[in-house]
């Protein structure tokens, strides 16, 4: 039953059977009674050690939707420096609080941190896509970045937000980095001709 998952999900030393218990779990989440402590176990879930545990809290919580929000708030409202990022993927995923997690996003997308976790970062941004506009200058600079699959993050971000894009992308042509004029070029052919989207 759900007290049983939840002793698995808290207390196994197995990561894979944490794992499955968080996927499980994940049906008890909209329940008026047993929702609130299972969606504050999988919260916990997301800074697991194990990435498999952290994945299938992130698949857990977003499948559970809006009554996972106020957890998730309250975690980002006590790690005031580094939000753990499998809380800001499931915010994004839900288009929740823009104004607390694109920042979030923006920094973590920025040269410097770890290459796989910035190209999620860039991924993540274009489920703000298409009304969170001030993100287009920030991802056509993200266009230029060194690592390619950070750069085609962007791309596919940017990609999102369609005609709104297009100036910037446009401008970003006559820029002195052959890496973003080539990169704004392949997202403009994406745009004007859907059918080439990567």
């Avoid at 999988?42 to 939707?65: F, N, Q, W």
């Amino acid at each position: 039953g759900v007290g049983d998952l939840r002793a698995i999900l808290s207390g196994d030393p197995r990561g894979p059977r944490r794992s499955h218990a968080a996927l499980a779990l994940s049906q008890f989440g909209r329940d008026p009674e047993r929702g609130p402590k299972t969606i504050q176990l999988l919260s916990l879930a997301l800074m697991d050690p194990e990435e498999e545990v952290c994945r299938s809290a992130h698949t857990a919580l977003t499948s559970i939707g809006e009554p996972a929000l106020p957890a998730l708030r309250e975690i980002i409202k006590i790690s005031e420096g580094e939000v753990p990022f499998w809380v800001l993927r499931v915010m994004a995923r839900l288009k929740a609080d823009p104004e607390a997690v694109i920042p979030r996003l923006m920094q973590a997308a920025l040269p410097g941190k770890l290459p796989l976790e910035r190209a999620n970062a860039a991924e993540l941004l274009g489920f703000y896509a298409p009304e969170r506009k001030e993100m287009i200058p920030f991802l056509v600079r993200t266009l230029a970045d060194r690592v390619d699959y950070v750069a085609r993050a962007a791309h596919r971000s940017l990609a999102y937000f369609g005609q709104d894009a297009v100036p910037a992308l446009e401008a970003a042509l006559k820029d002195r980095d052959p890496r973003r004029r080539r990169r704004a070029f392949a997202v403009l052919e994406a745009i004007r001709n859907p059918a080439l989207k990567e």
